[in-house]
């Protein structure tokens, strides 16, 4: 061994550590990401794990930072402003998984914490269904990934946010019928220092950003109310995001939309050809495609919070199973500039890819993480593909165990022309454009569902004629889909997405973003919401 190894294995004795032969690989290597003491802590719990048997390890060190500015009118209603700091290891022992966790930081804590994971897992091998196998990806040593932000939100003065936000209002109510007017912002930073007993070791920063505004209209003689909400779409961005949405510059347009809400005609019940933007859409395919093709909600996993899918078998359903028109084509990737599940690497330390979940209107593949994609691999082995995770492992924070999350899940606009809105709706004759997300709901399974927007525009021989109101459309998964005729194309599509998708138990919230062109869907049914229909 060279001087260099002689010393770092000395000073290890010294503090009594005996590295694991990995270990001390990845410590002779440069610093060249992470803060030396998230290293020391990550190191210390990796090497206590292995020791104690772990045949596998990982560590996350982390940091998050929230900031969330409510108003309403010309009062601040609520300010919350902090961050939480720890570490997590997640340790396999004799094929089973252990976890633990601690807000204390210290080098001692890191080797008790990894300890109490390894005595975690044995205890769960009563439970074991089969051993855990990771699907084998590349080392990456050493790699920083940052989200690509101008400004970050928390140099920012809350005193400057909370003026804009009451200005935004204070626009909003010059518009004469506008009664009500919110506003908000949200920001994340989540700073988080990976390592794993194979050798990677990954620093990333990820901010994400929502600014958002509501505006409600009321009747003069009270009769009625409309919102005008969901303003603004999210985005894995940081404060450049908020100039960028103007919100200040936007409220009087938004108050229109609501006060115009008020007179706008009831929908009749029927079948209509729906063109639906892509901020409407968004929500529809997070709920249709993107939960029911993660791959633990196909195996039952998910079962006691949000259902399963109706995707019960993915050896009978890749492959053959017709989503859509062979013009669909759904993605999922962590690489969009912008979206809200954007990162360098996931809580596996996999370099996400991008791969079609939807091909030409078939279904041809699901989200998985390294502990899932073995499950796939009789279907992988016959399509001549090599098993892997496609890099989906997430978890909230430092504190919680990470599991199979959503990437952002896109349909890709036309891959023929760019389609335009105009062309699609000059090929409807009786027809509704949907704005915004509203109220929805969806069974268990993903397949019986009824979604509802914020604007709803009627179309009649292929032109725009007016406002509807309390449009709901009922839906049935293939059939919706198979129903698409036409996409829009680059120039139509836009990001999607939410804050806070939760799933598991404990519950966990992630950020995931929908990119989608406009489609047109033939022959919906629609139902009118409204008390006196």
Request: hydrophobic letters at 40%; glycine letters at 10%; proline letters at 5%.
């Amino acid at each position: 061994m060279d001087r260099r190894g002689f010393v770092v294995r000395s000073a290890a004795a010294a503090a009594g550590l005996s590295l694991h032969p990995s270990l001390l690989d990845a410590a002779l290597r440069p610093r060249t990401v992470g803060d030396p003491f998230a290293r020391a802590i990550a190191f210390r719990a990796l090497d206590a794990a292995r020791s104690a048997g772990a045949s596998y390890a990982d560590v996350r060190v982390g940091t998050v930072r929230n900031r969330f500015i409510a108003t309403r009118e010309r009062r601040v209603t609520g300010i919350d402003d902090g961050e939480t700091r720890g570490f997590g290891v997640r340790v396999l022992v004799d094929g089973t998984w252990g976890f633990a966790a601690s807000a204390t930081l210290a080098q001692d804590e890191a080797a008790r914490v990894a300890d109490v994971a390894v005595r975690q897992a044995r205890a769960n091998r009563a439970a074991q269904r089969r051993p855990v196998e990771l699907a084998p990806t590349p080392v990456h040593a050493e790699k920083e990934w940052r989200s690509p932000i101008a400004i970050d939100p928390f140099d920012v003065a809350i005193e400057d946010q909370v003026a804009l936000l009451l200005e935004a209002n204070a626009a909003a109510l010059t518009v004469k019928g506008a009664g009500f007017a919110s506003s908000s912002m949200a920001f994340v930073k989540e700073e988080k220092f990976y390592a794993n007993s194979e050798g990677t070791i990954t620093d990333q920063t990820v901010h994400r950003c929502w600014p958002l505004m509501s505006v409600t209209a009321v009747a003069d003689d009270r009769s009625d109310f409309q919102e005008r909400g969901w303003t603004v779409l999210p985005r894995g961005l940081g404060y450049e995001y908020v100039h960028e949405s103007d919100l200040v510059g936007n409220a009087p347009r938004w108050a229109e939309e609501a006060v115009q809400k008020l007179s706008a005609r009831p929908v009749q019940p029927g079948r209509y050809d729906l063109i639906l933007l892509p901020s409407h859409l968004a929500l529809t395919i997070h709920e249709s495609i993107a939960h029911p093709t993660e791959l633990d909600r196909i195996f039952g996993f998910e079962a006691n919070y949000a259902g399963t899918s109706f995707i019960d078998a993915p050896e009978r359903f890749l492959g053959s199973f017709r989503y859509g028109p062979e013009l669909m084509n759904i993605q999922g990737e962590r690489s969009t500039h912008g979206g809200l599940a954007t990162v360098g690497y996931d809580d596996d330390g996999v370099e996400p890819d991008e791969f079609l979940i939807v091909k030409d209107g078939v279904l041809n593949d699901l989200q998985t993480t390294r502990e899932q994609a073995p499950w796939l691999s009789d279907w992988y082995g016959a399509q001549g593909v090599p098993v892997r995770s496609h890099g989906n492992s997430y978890a909230q924070s430092w504190a919680d165990v990470q599991f199979q999350r959503m990437p952002n899940v896109n349909l890709l606009p036309n891959p023929e022309r760019d389609v335009s809105l105009e062309e699609l709706i000059g090929d409807v004759e009786r027809g509704i454009m949907i704005d915004g997300r509203g109220s929805y709901s969806i069974d268990q399974q993903r397949y019986n569902a009824q979604f509802g927007g914020q604007v709803f525009h009627e179309i009649r021989d292929g032109r725009v004629v007016g406002m509807l109101k309390d449009v709901v459309y009922q839906m049935r998964t293939p059939e919706f889909w198979n129903a698409m005729d036409g996409i829009g194309g680059r120039s139509t599509w836009e990001l999607g997405g939410t804050f806070n998708d939760g799933k598991g138990q404990p519950s966990q919230s992630n950020a995931v973003s929908h990119g989608c062109p406009v489609t047109r869907h033939r022959q919906i049914n629609v139902i009118n919401t409204g008390r006196n229909a």
